[in-house]
């Protein structure tokens, strides 16, 4: 509960903070409460919770009951998060105010998302369109927001319209960083027609940790092979290579990024 308070906050900030302030509306029910509010002057975190509460009614007649109670917490405490969050413009800058906002706002989110909450709103129609419509929630999210964002033009114009579209686009890319883990290590798998065993026994020595060769079947070949597999720090990677290919002149390698590695001592 602490940590979908925080998450809730951090949305809160990025609204009230740098998108509200600019009047950039980048999707979700929060865009829609900064266009209501940039037209009519309507209290943003009274829209919000209206909104909100209208997709909780959506959701408890057309999703399942678990669903809404997961996203029934933070429907109800982002208005209260952005009732108490003073509006303030921190940054005079347009397009910082978006790069900042969107950052911190996907920071939120994917915190909400690592801990399988939600803060409601537009999150609820792609949920049904998959049910339904057997729509990826990514695609339909993409069309709700991008709704709001081209709201933009009638509201505050073009230029508006853009730094939410690409507000929109760096929050996904973003989260996408955040959701898949932030220590980001690269795996070497080396394959050899050869002995690796004095591979093994130099990295190991340069490595200080354990490392197994394994016995295995050209892809390509079918003949057996010799690999082995090595998970680095992004700061080790060019040492490590550079050693393999002293090593191993005529070893074959391949290299991935990966998010994370659980188990061992990595």
């Known amino acids: 509960m602490g940590l979908i308070l925080v998450a809730l906050e951090i949305i809160a900030v990025a609204i009230n903070m740098f998108y509200a302030p600019h009047n950039v509306a980048s999707g ?12 009519f002057g309507l209290n943003m975190s009274i829209v919000v919770l209206v909104l909100n509460v209208a997709m909780l009614i959506l959701s408890y007649f057309t999703l399942d009951k678990a669903t809404t109670a997961r996203i029934t917490f933070g429907s109800l405490l982002l208005p209260v998060c952005l009732a108490i969050t003073p509006q303030i ?7 910082l105010a978006v790069i900042v906002g969107g950052a911190i706002f996907a920071a939120g989110v994917a915190l909400l998302y690592r801990i399988d909450a939600s803060s409601g709103g537009t999150t609820v129609p792609p949920l049904i369109f998959k049910k ?6 990514a695609v339909g999210l993409l069309a709700v927001d991008g709704i709001v964002c081209f709201f933009n033009i009638f509201v505050s114009g073009f230029e508006a319209f853009f730094l939410a579209i690409f507000s929109s686009i760096l929050t996904m890319v973003i989260m996408n960083y955040i959701e898949t883990g932030l220590d980001r290590k690269k795996v070497i798998y080396i394959m050899s027609d050869g002995n690796l065993d004095e591979v093994q026994h130099s990295l190991v020595t340069l490595m200080e940790k354990g490392l197994t060769v394994f016995d295995v079947r050209g892809g390509y070949s ?3 092979k010799q690999m082995l597999m090595i998970v680095v720090e ?11 290919h002293i090593l191993a002149p005529d070893a074959f ?7 994370e590695v659980h188990g061992g001592n990595m």
């Open 234 to 244: 992004n700061s080790e990677y060019q040492h490590i290579l550079n050693q393999i």
């Open 28 to 39: 979700g029910t929060t865009g829609i409460a900064i266009l209501l509010h940039e037209s």
């Open 89 to 95: 413009k921190l940054v005079n800058d347009r397009l």
């Open 222 to 224: 079918g003949d057996k």
């Open 253 to 259: 390698a391949l290299v991935y990024n990966i998010a």
């Open 132 to 137: 339904y419509f057997n729509l990826k929630p």
